[in-house]
């Protein structure tokens, strides 16, 4: 279909900034803050992170869906982005494991999308002046399908955006973890791990389940006893979206578990360990989100390629407890740090990388070398004993 045949839409952000482009998948009007993606495939998983909640998130490789939707490339029960843009939008599934088109399985989830506008021009206002709020509009929603829209629509527009409550100073995390407990379906008994879920996505679990881990996954805002009393053997946290230096009930309950259990975080749940242990976290001007990161392991030398979708980092300058152990290439920032005495370390980036890259799996691998050297024969007995003598 042309875009001459397409309905109107528009993206405007919070300065006045207008985006005239067609509408794609569900319809309506949708708010949050725009951010972009420069990974060449993973739409799917981009679209059912639970990191992405509160964004409308910009691709910057031109052609997306071309390939489908299906059930195995879910990281989560549903999309959680706000809005979702691209230069064009494929109508069709060709690849092999498609059961469905993207344009079906974004109208299905109420997912609002916009094509047909120049995704390079929006990408450089954001690197230059950092992440906007910005709202996506489709004609149908103020007026039917051939609404043209006008400097009137635009105000109001600029004025919703504008006044949409800003990701930075909010706790998003009780918005996308478990309510309940869960144990991971596994094929075989393994080490027992609780896995603090801020928004986890289910490759982590995965990975870990392959490894032979027994993972129990726990909503964001269970306690230290509640966790101890599940008798685990290690602590995983896990990513998710929103501040990390909000959600100051993690901070406590990690500061009280730190050093009883090895333990491993990504991305948020990293920000959130050097908080725990008194650090600091900073917004970044537009944050790293893309499959094509470069980051230098201090402890080998080794460059790999990451994914990452995260837009805080910790002010190395404020750590006190940990070290660091991964830097970025392209801006210096931390990656990766490990704790001086405890068998606690975490990453910025995402390891479990679904599509890809893969350079980092060997995280998993080294969690449960940690765990299995930590408890040695004797299991849980360490920990326990450690955890009563503190009270938790």
């Given at each position: 279909?042309?875009?001459g ?45 639970p ?27 549903r999309?959680?982005?706000?809005g979702f ?38 990408v450089?206002?954001?690197?230059e ?7 996506i ?8 399908k051939d ?12 004025a ?5 409550t800003?990701?930075d ?39 870990m ?30 990513n998710?979206?929103g ?43 537009f ?11 201090l ?8 994914s ?9 300058d ?31 980036y ?43």
């Open positions: 279909m042309g875009f045949m397409k309905e109107r839409a528009v993206l405007v952000l919070e300065d006045g900034t207008v985006y005239h482009g067609y509408a794609f998948g569900s319809r309506g009007k949708t708010v949050g803050e725009v951010v972009f993606n420069t990974a060449q495939t993973g739409y799917q998983e981009t679209l059912t992170d990191s992405y909640n509160g964004q409308i998130v910009v691709m910057t490789y031109p052609h997306q869906g071309n390939y489908g939707v299906n059930v195995f490339d879910m990281e989560s029960n999309p959680w982005v706000r843009v691209a230069k064009e939008f494929s109508p069709y599934a060709a690849g092999p494991r498609a059961q469905q088109s993207l344009a079906e399985f974004m109208e299905f989830y109420g997912v609002m999308g916009l094509e047909g506008i120049d995704t390079r021009a929006l450089r206002k954001i690197r002046g950092g992440v906007l709020k910005g709202v509009a489709h004609a149908s929603a103020l007026g039917g609404y043209r829209f006008g400097e009137a629509d635009f105000k109001a527009l600029q919703e955006a504008r006044s949409w800003d990701i100073g909010r706790d998003m995390t009780p918005e996308v973890s478990t309510p309940l407990p869960y144990a991971y379906p596994t094929l075989k008994a393994g080490r027992r791990i609780v896995v603090m879920d801020f928004g986890i996505k289910l490759a982590q679990v995965k990975y389940a392959e490894l032979g881990f027994e993972p129990i996954v726990v909503p964001g805002k269970t306690t230290p006893s509640q966790i101890m009393a599940l008798e685990p053997q290690g602590l995983f946290v896990s998710g979206p501040d990390p230096s909000m959600p100051r009930y993690a901070h406590d309950t990690l500061w009280k578990l730190m050093g009883l259990l090895p333990t491993f975080g990504i991305c948020l749940g990293h920000q959130m360990l050097a908080l725990a242990a008194g650090g600091r976290t900073f917004k970044m001007k944050g790293h989100r893309g499959a094509n990161h470069p980051v230098k392991n402890l080998t030398g080794k460059v790999e390629i990451t990452q979708n995260h837009g805080y980092a910790v002010d190395p404020s750590l006190k407890e940990f070290r660091p152990t991964h830097i970025n290439l392209n801006d210096g920032t931390l990656e990766g740090m490990a704790h001086v005495r405890y068998p606690v370390f975490s990453v910025q995402h390891p479990e990388a679904s599509p890809g890259p893969h350079d980092s799996v060997y995280l998993f691998r080294r969690f449960l070398e940690e765990v299995e050297s930590f408890h040695g024969a004797t299991g849980m007995p360490v920990a326990k004993q450690r955890a009563d003598g503190l009270g938790v």
